[in-house]
């Protein structure tokens, strides 16, 4: 069975400072990996997926995250933080069960960003 | 093109009564999933609609059920509400076809179910 793990139901950060956001997962095929993002009182909005090839992906408003195979993780990171940044971030892991795509999605991590 | 439409935005029924909530996906889009959000939860899996056939379903009572409409909308339904039904619903909705590639959702804005 299919797992996601964020480390960190909460992170602080100063605007301006790196933003880190945790994501291992588990799969017993080659997975593709999200990550999505959600504003208060929102749905999720798709910043990034990884499916095939570039281990580095980079989606909107300046994230990006790196899969590492032998680590099992897919964490998202931003150089620089924005006040705009603060909301909930989930990662997702999806594959093939009982013949079709499944998603499961980790239990979130909500970024606060300091002044 | 216009986004993923939930409707209503928000819901308060009593205890024992049902609902059905309904979900427009993006035009094109023949998948749709249901989930419920709480906070002690997270975001669960209801289950996935895909050209009018449930393909799959999370671990829920069957007193939550679904149903996906030809021209791909979609419909949840609660029956004999409970407390703990009271959570936000997500539908999503993709343009992957089962069994392919990568599966890439887009949300509604949700509806806010509220069970007093």
């Known amino acids: 069975a299919q797992s996601v793990t964020q480390l960190g139901s909460h992170v602080s950060v100063s605007e301006g400072a790196l933003v880190l956001l945790r994501c291992n997962y588990s799969s017993s095929v080659p997975p593709y990996l999200f990550w999505y993002v959600q504003y208060p009182n929102q749905g999720l909005q798709l910043l990034l997926k990884?499916?095939?090839?570039?281990?580095l992906v980079k989606g909107i408003n300046g994230f990006e995250a790196e899969f590492k195979k032998s680590e099992t993780s897919f964490h998202l990171t931003k150089p620089s933080a924005h006040m705009s940044d603060a909301a909930e971030y989930f990662c997702a892991v999806s594959d093939v069960r009982g013949g079709y795509q499944k998603v499961t999605f980790g239990t979130g991590t909500k970024l606060q960003v300091i002044p | 093109k216009a986004g993923v439409t939930q409707t209503p935005r928000y819901l308060i029924k009593t205890r024992g009564q049902q609902v059905t909530l309904s979900c427009s996906p993006i035009s094109g889009h023949r998948s749709v999933s249901w989930y419920q959000q709480t906070p002690g939860q997270g975001l669960q899996f209801l289950f996935e609609y895909f050209s009018e056939t449930q393909r799959n379903k999370g671990n829920f009572p069957g007193r939550f059920s679904g149903r996906q409409f030809s021209n791909s909308r979609s419909e949840m339904n609660v029956s004999t509400l409970e407390l703990g039904d009271s959570a936000l619903y997500l539908c999503a909705s993709s343009p992957a076809q089962p069994r392919r590639e990568s599966y890439e959702q887009y949300f509604g804005p949700g509806t806010r179910l509220t069970v007093t």
């Open positions: 990884y499916t095939t090839g570039a281990t």
